[in-house]
Nanobody
Framework: QLQLVESGGGLVQPGGSLRLSCAASGFTLDTYVIGWFRQVPGKEREGVSCISSSGSSTDYADSVKGRFTISRDNAKNAVYLQMNSLKPEDTGVYYC??????????????????????WGKGTLVTVSS
């Protein structure tokens, strides 16, 4: 069974930090582009950050550049999102998702909020004072 499981969400004050983790089972992530997406009620799912299969290239939404860092450890079959200087508008359910690198480019990944092949169930991030 191909499965992605997110963890690390929670309640944090503005300016605080969280580290999200995405663990894969049933398949190895080393040939997959991985993206983090977030969604709030009533809004479209948006791409936050993506990372190439090797981890050598990354992409970020303009709204999180300089604050978030995506990374991966293929030996552990996991992907991470370090979130710093959090803002209330960062609140949402964060999902990790995977798609074979043969069928999606890193350049397109952030637009694939509904096109990735494998999705976790999400972890809630709430940024509020």
């Amino acid at each position: 069974q191909l499965q992605l499981v997110e963890s690390g969400g929670g309640l944090v004050q503005p300016g605080g930090s969280l580290r999200l983790s995405c663990a894969a089972s049933g398949f190895t992530l080393d040939t997959y582009v991985i993206g983090w997406f977030r969604q709030v009620p009533g809004k479209e799912r948006e791409g936050v950050s993506c990372i190439s299969s090797s981890g050598s290239s990354t992409d970020y939404a303009d709204s999180v550049k300089g604050r978030f860092t995506i990374s991966r450890d293929n030996a552990k079959n996991a992907v991470y999102l370090q979130m710093n200087s959090l803002k209330p508008e960062d609140t949402g359910v964060y999902y990790c998702a995977a798609k074979s690198s043969f069928f999606v480019s890193l350049r397109r990944c952030l637009t694939m909020g509904y096109g990735m092949d494998y999705w976790g169930k999400g972890t809630l991030v709430t940024v509020s004072s």
